[in-house]
């Protein structure tokens, strides 16, 4: 699995669609509380696939065959279509990435042309006649872990994301990166916004855009060591930058929104790590290890939910899936009881007709049998253990509260303690009222 995307449809069924090095680019549903098989999209398209959605519920994907010939495919009322949008008359195939921005009947693309470990961002812009015009140039950029990164806020408001190299001008030899965003519609883009500049190598970053602020999160490799900055854009201009973490070996971050709060997730040494902001990014705990089940080999995959986001709910970008597992999708699962779907009760009239055990037997094999069982066990598991990992969230956080209550009582107890000291009767002083020096009148 090399590319992949997670969506939440409009009808709250989850899809995930990713490339297999030998079935192409495929799909699985989760429905009735399973995952599907995998089911073939595109089976001779390359790797390099990027998937968008409109506001009716409309799929739409960008890909390109092993000519070099750029396809889109469109998913209506769950049947997929495609056809040929760009034709590669050249000999030489460089690497192509293309985001699509489709409004109406028509339809600009942002891509790329790469090469040697740096490329150029384009514009173009296709009308309702099947023309292309001249093509934009966006700007130069470096890919980071990965390629240029798009966020729609509006069918033809979309911010994009990538990382430029720059020299350090006090030493010509050292080249660090900037990373920034420009604002896009379909016919324009404005100037490169920096969000952090650096003569150091910016290794990965994760962007999470909401309906009212910009935040940033990336990770800055020195020579020693290895940091993970944040910043945030509410107003007119970025917040100052947040050191939230550092060590030696640091990868993979990651930000989400979870019931108001915001969440940075990182790799270090070898775990998964985390920290919280309460306040919208202001302030931010500590460092803290997860100790929930995590996947071995946790690479990012880009999500996309067709039902409206919002902070105090869940506003996600990208989620974390195992390498080798594209349906073992981490963290939102355990932190948003409804991230999925509730299975749908079988109704009478869906029921199969009864038949007898011998015709059963030969309308399905034993082994179907068994492998749709397993599935639903599995299923259950999985369930079950998200069950007790609440339970025993919430039964530490009963604890922790009992425990500053107690902390509460005994230390009121102490005051009040005091206070009937200070309030006992005292036999009178004889010398209280006597002055060691007599008064002296004038």
């Not at 070099?68 to 990435?97: A, C, F, I």
């Not at 790590?273 to 946790?298: I, L, Q």
Request: aromatic residues 8%; charged residues 20%.
């Amino acid at each position: 699995m090399k590319n992949q995307y997670i969506v939440q449809m409009t009808d709250n069924r989850l899809i995930v669609i990713y490339h297999s090095d030998t079935s192409g680019i495929v799909m699985r549903t989760f429905d009735n509380g399973r995952w599907s098989k995998p089911i073939p999209v595109a089976p001779d398209m390359q790797e390099n696939f990027t998937l968008s959605t409109d506001d009716r519920g409309t799929l739409y994907m960008f890909c390109r065959n092993n000519s070099g010939d750029m396809h889109l495919y469109r998913q209506q009322r769950g049947e997929w279509s495609s056809r040929v949008m760009l034709e590669n008359t050249e000999n030489k195939q460089p690497k192509l990435h293309a985001y699509p921005m489709i409004f109406g009947n028509r339809m600009s693309i942002i891509y790329s042309h790469s090469s040697g470990g740096s490329g150029t961002l384009m514009l173009r812009r296709i009308d309702e006649h099947g023309k292309w015009h001249t093509p934009i140039t966006i700007d130069s950029y470096t890919p980071i872990n990965g390629d240029f990164s798009v966020q729609a806020i509006s069918p033809t408001h979309h911010l994009l994301f990538y990382a430029k190299k720059n020299a350090d001008s006090a030493n010509s030899h050292a080249i660090g990166h900037s990373i920034g965003y420009v604002e896009t519609d379909p016919e324009r883009v404005t100037a490169f916004n920096t969000i952090y500049s650096t003569n150091q190598r910016i290794t990965d970053t994760s962007f999470l855009v909401t309906n009212s602020s910009i935040h940033a999160l990336f990770i800055v490799k020195s020579m020693f060591s290895t940091q993970v900055i944040y910043r945030k854009k509410s107003g007119a201009n970025f917040s100052a930058p947040i050191v939230i973490a550092e060590a030696p070996q640091i990868s993979n971050c990651l930000l989400m929104f979870v019931s108001g709060k915001l969440h940075a997730y990182f790799m270090s040494g070898g775990q998964l790590a985390s920290v919280t902001s309460a306040d919208f990014g202001e302030t931010f705990s500590g460092v803290s290890r997860c100790t929930n089940k995590f996947c071995v080999s946790p690479v990012k995959s880009a999500y996309i939910s067709q039902i409206p986001m919002d902070e105090s709910t869940y506003f996600v970008r990208q989620l974390f899936v195992d390498r080798n597992n594209a349906a073992d999708i981490q963290l939102l699962p355990d932190m948003y009881e409804d991230f999925y779907p509730l299975p749908a009760a079988a109704s009478a009239d869906t029921q199969p007709a009864a038949v007898p055990n011998s015709a059963a037997a030969s309308q399905k094999p034993i082994h179907e049998e068994l492998a749709l069982l397993q599935d639903k066990l599995d299923i259950a598991q999985m369930q079950l253990e998200e069950k007790e990992r609440r339970i025993v969230k919430h039964m530490h956080a009963h604890n922790d509260e009992k425990a500053k209550l107690l902390e509460k009582i005994k230390q009121l107890e102490s005051n009040l303690s005091g206070l009937q000291v200070i309030q006992q009767p005292t036999a009178p002083n004889p010398s209280a009222n006597t002055r060691k020096y007599p008064l002296m009148i004038v």
